[in-house]
């Protein structure tokens, strides 16, 4: 099993930054990506970046140019540096764990941390 705690939601006005961390804990070796996705009222839950443990990274268009994902394998955390917020990236906020190297394949998700842009 893994766990993720997550940290760094809050309310911030447009053009403001925040970093989103967070932290894995159980069976860390088995996790074969890390990332960050995001669901906004009455929208489908989105992917909005991740990372693999040797450092591939995804991210989506609309993330591109504005927050860099980064993660620290001796700590077992992953962060995402969100810059240049948009009324749009409010959401929810998850971090998400990917485990496919053990059946079944399945992923963990974080608690969720609430993002909010005020214009």
């Known amino acids: 099993q893994v766990q993720l705690v997550e940290s760094g939601g809050g309310l911030v006005q447009a053009g403001g930054s925040l970093r989103l961390s967070c932290a894995a804990s159980?069976?860390?070796?088995?996790?074969?990506?890390m990332g960050w996705y995001r669901q906004a009222p009455g929208k489908q839950r989105e992917l909005v970046a991740d990372?693999?443990?040797?450092?591939?990274?995804n991210y989506a268009d609309s993330a591109k140019g504005r927050f860099t994902i980064s993660r620290d394998n001796a700590k077992n955390t992953v962060d995402l540096q969100m810059n240049s917020l948009k009324p749009e990236d409010t959401a929810v906020y998850y971090c998400?764990?990917?485990?496919?190297?053990?059946?079944?394949?399945?992923?963990?998700w974080g608690q969720g941390t609430q993002v909010t842009v005020s214009s």
């Open positions: 159980g069976s860390i070796s088995s996790i074969n990506a």
């Open positions: 998400n764990a990917a485990v496919r190297t053990r059946w079944p394949p399945r992923d963990y």
């Open positions: 990372i693999t443990r040797v450092g591939s990274i």
